[in-house]
């Protein structure tokens, strides 16, 4: 699978932690005031902060808060004296409301007496300000001749907040500590490194087709089935071959199916049931439903190798099992299944967290995002028929390709025909591939076309060299191909 499959493949995963909003509707009012209190410590070099709100008596304020300030002077022995003094006063207005718009700004900035207003002013609140709403506040004090002011929104106070050197804060008024959790994510990263690295030493450089068997962290009766009385359905344990292995997970095989796929129309379909893999290193004998399923199998391949070679696709499923969902490696695994154990929280009897679908042909991917999936394939398959066996004369091919192909050997996939040699050959015939003291090949016809070399050129320039092997000469530019197409077969195919 090309690396930059599984990309879509990890997207679909389970979503991950984010920072959440602060809830500071949960705080009573008086709570609300303590928090801004509490963040404003260090905002000035203060004399002296006072929770006026508190009293009741507030003239409209929550905090009253002095800067510190000093005078200094010399004594009679000439020594300088320092005199601490009250400085510039803040005032600081707090509002839990959700929502102040300009004219609540205008409302609360009455409260200010314009004959003594203080030096600074804040108001916080637990809203979004509008930027008509940051006007109102600005022009207000302005003219009221207050000289500094701060106006403290959600994202202010939640900024705040998050700041190291507030951790005590958030932590006392809502239970939540960013150290702790930078902490804790630092478990986690290396946790998931562990268990990269103890993966990749355990399936190795090359971990295709090898196997793991995925255990939910929560099941106590493995390897007993029967302890589950829902266990097909809700799995506990499930064997997965492994195709890759990915930067954030493991990918395994979902689903391996024989599959239909028309590029012009963008249309597909699958073939069900899939192709059966079983674990080489799983020591239960196969069951009567499993040979069942193998049969059912073999007559779907009869039926796909008959389509025409632009239809045949293979339809692969694939999931990921993210390095940090593993709770435990058990590297040896044990007499019943010698494949390593990965325990995982299975989600409604999987330990699958993304997944990604494709067709393929030979070494192309198509994704199927864009297709669209209809009915192709029959709801009962029909078992192959086998017309005319052609066994007396063999195939009039080139004593070179009939050498290849009765040795396995080359890539020998359509005949080509311009002088009618193939003419006898129907689709659902069969004919013999012979050479030498060789065992003989048999071959069906499963389709017939015709291209002029003109279409030829243009559809599938790379037929060409084919066509010339085996017409043995020159192509002309008046020749009609019969195009024949076919699968290999065997004799106990059609005598049985």
């Not at 879509?8 to 984010?18: A, F, H, I």
């Not at 003109?454 to 085996?470: A, F, I, K, L």
Request: hydrophobic share 35%.
């Amino acid at each position: 699978m090309a690396q930059t499959d599984t990309n879509q493949l990890m997207s679909n995963g389970k979503p991950s932690r984010t920072t959440n909003p602060i809830h500071f509707e949960d705080l009573d009012p008086k709570r609300f005031e303590d928090l801004v209190r509490e963040l404003i410590y260090d905002f000035r070099d203060w004399q002296t902060i006072e929770a006026t709100g508190k009293g009741g008596t507030d003239d409209g304020f929550d905090i009253r808060a002095f800067e510190r300030e000093s005078t200094t002077s010399v004594d009679d022995d000439g020594n300088e004296v320092i005199h601490p003094r009250e400085g510039n006063l803040w005032m600081v207005q707090c509002k839990r409301e959700k929502v102040i718009p300009p004219s609540k700004i205008k409302k609360i900035l009455e409260d200010i007496d314009p004959k003594n207003p203080p030096y600074g002013y804040i108001l916080a609140a637990a809203t979004d300000f509008s930027k008509k709403a940051y006007d109102a506040f600005r022009d207000g004090l302005t003219e009221l001749g207050v000289l500094e002011f701060q106006l403290w929104g959600k994202a202010t106070l939640e900024t705040e907040l998050h700041q190291p050197k507030n951790d005590r804060i958030l932590f006392t008024f809502f239970g939540i500590s960013n150290v702790r959790r930078r902490q804790s994510r630092g478990t986690e990263i290396r946790s998931e490194i562990t268990n990269k690295n103890k993966v990749m030493r355990m399936l190795g450089d090359n971990p295709e087709h090898k196997w793991i068997l995925a255990r939910d962290s929560k099941d106590r009766e493995y390897p007993y089935k029967d302890k589950y009385n829902n266990f097909d359905e809700q799995p506990r344990w499930k064997e997965f071959e492994v195709i890759e292995l990915h930067p954030r997970g493991v990918i395994v095989r979902l689903k391996h199916s024989f599959a239909y796929m028309d590029e012009a129309t963008g249309v597909f379909d699958v073939a069900d049931p899939a192709i059966v893999h079983n674990n080489p290193y799983n020591r239960s004998n196969q069951t009567a439903e499993e040979r069942k399923l193998r049969e059912k199998v073999g007559t779907i391949k009869d039926y796909w190798e008959c389509l025409p070679y632009a239809n045949q696709v293979m339809f692969h499923l694939y999931g990921v099992i993210r390095y940090k969902d593993m709770l435990a490696i058990d590297v040896i695994g044990d007499t019943w299944n010698e494949v390593p154990h990965i325990f995982v929280d299975f989600v409604d009897g999987s330990p699958i967290s993304g997944t990604l679908a494709n067709l393929e042909r030979g070494a192309s991917n198509f994704g199927i995002g864009d297709m669209q999936r209809k009915d192709i394939f029959p709801d009962v398959f029909p078992k192959p028929i086998f017309g005319t066996i052609n066994e007396a004369e063999p195939l009039a091919l080139p004593e070179t390709l009939a050498e290849q192909y009765v040795n396995f050997r080359g890539d020998l996939k359509r005949l080509f025909d311009a002088e009618g040699r193939y003419d006898h050959l129907q689709q659902t015939d069969v004919a013999v591939v012979r050479f030498g003291q060789k065992d003989e090949r048999f071959v069906q016809i499963t389709h017939r076309f015709e291209l002029t070399k003109v279409d030829m050129e243009r559809e599938h320039p790379n037929w060409m060299w084919d066509v010339q092997q085996q017409i043995g000469r020159e192509p002309n530019n008046d020749d009609v191909y019969k195009v024949i197409e076919f699968r290999n077969c065997y004799r106990h195919q059609w005598e049985r």
